[in-house]
């Protein structure tokens, strides 16, 4: 392979990378907006009767829609379970993933998250 093809390769790696960080910016952004409008009733009725999603958001004290004690428990248990797992996964990545292709790169992550399976699953 010349070195021509390896710029080429690489800057196409590079704009697929980018394309992907700008949509997941993207999302990231629309969801904050939503998440911020939660307040706003109308939206979380849109979207579970336009796209089937039911969001269970853990509301403030003085919400109009208030959760009972034992929903808001169940919901503050869940999100503690699950920042508990993301930050044992993210804690196995390295600093660094060198990775010269997407696909590369989704196989390194993919091997963190099966390395965390297998260790919790044996131990």
Known sequence: MSDAEVMTSASRFNRGLHA???LMYDLQQQLGMILKQINDYDVEDDLEEFSQINLKVIRKKKSQRGDTPWVNYIKQCTRHFIETIFSQITNRFPKFIHAV????????VSSFIFSFTLEQSFL
């Open 20 to 22: 992907i960080t700008e």
């Open 101 to 108: 292709t997407m696909d590369g790169l989704m196989l390194k």
